[in-house]
DNA sequence: CGAGACTGTGTTATGTTGTTGCAAAGGCGA
DNA sequence: TCGCCTTTGCAACAACATAACACAGTCTCG
């Protein structure tokens, strides 16, 4: 469970980080380019400040890091760069959190992830979890209720934040 | 799986919403008190509010209805009633729509609800999800990752929704 | 090339959701 | 009654998100 940097789990603490991020663009690039979306200097950049932090931001959070490197933008800027990612799959959005975290798995083999997120350093993964989606589908039918989409998300420390003590 | 209105399910189409009401405030107070809590007059009808709704309801939405019943009223009032009842169990946060719904079901034998949320009517059912949480733990460990707590929502169409048109 | 359509960005203002800080009111035990 | 604690009221503010409009780039069709 250590050493990959790219399967979606939580970065290991010496994982290369330029590499980490160049493949993350790269993914990126390939995504829009297969859903004829144009990946503008404006939506990198926003990409690049969420994937290279390794955590879910907020979206003022994106903002002020942006200000500082590249002068006044407005908040719709931001939120319209976003809502490009998302429609790539570039990022995903952390509902309870209202934040936006890079999608560093290339899990589109599975339906849906799971998301883990770390309420000690921030950091989020995506696991596979085919188990916790069959189960919704079946409690979903005993309530004659047809899904659509699915918000699973998990709060909890990851093993680094576990170890150095509880926050 | 039909006529059981305090079951957790959708409420059936003739349910007897009174007394169904009744149970929930009953609980309610059941809860507040064996937690040495108040269930006093603002909460009380902050409760009322949702939970005779059958739906998720945002503050500002619970605001406007309280308002029009009983006067001026504050958000932060509403959101410190909100505070109270979310502590006492009464009700619960639908984080992928910053709402908030009375807890009908009586769940307290199972570790924590699904929640199915309807985006047609917008009503709300909890229902029993031990595999659901149970994949999840397991998810959560081969990530090496320690749970504290779940969202699982999910968003689709009731039986009756679904029956009447797609939304 | 030039007109029109389309997409992306900038600017300003506004809407929605949630919180802070302080003061007054009310319950409750000593 | 006094003192303590919880609850509520009030005003302002912070955080999250969108609306409306203008304009620049780029693509395509003629």
Chains 1, 2 share one sequence.
Do not use: W
Request: net charge positive.
């Amino acid at each position: 469970m250590t050493g990959g940097a790219t399967t979606g789990s939580f970065p290991a603490p010496g994982h290369d980080h330029a590499h980490c991020i160049e493949q993350a663009i790269q993914r990126t690039e390939a995504a829009f380019s297969t859903r004829g979306m144009r990946l503008t200097p404006l939506r990198r950049s926003v990409f690049i400040e969420i994937a290279s932090s390794h955590q879910a931001l907020g979206a003022y959070e994106i903002l002020e890091r942006l200000s500082k490197k590249k002068g006044r933008l407005a908040p719709i800027s931001v939120y319209r760069a976003l809502e490009a990612l998302l429609a790539a799959g570039a990022v995903h959005r952390l509902e309870s959190r209202n934040a936006y975290f890079a999608c560093h798995a290339a899990h589109h083999t599975t339906r849906e992830p799971v998301i883990l997120a770390c309420r000690g350093c921030g950091r989020i993964a995506e696991v596979p979890g085919e188990e916790v989606f069959e189960a919704i589908k079946t409690a979903a039918a005993l309530a004659d209720f047809r899904p659509s989409s699915s918000v699973v998300e998990i709060i909890g420390l990851c093993a680094i934040c576990d170890r150095t003590q509880e926050h």
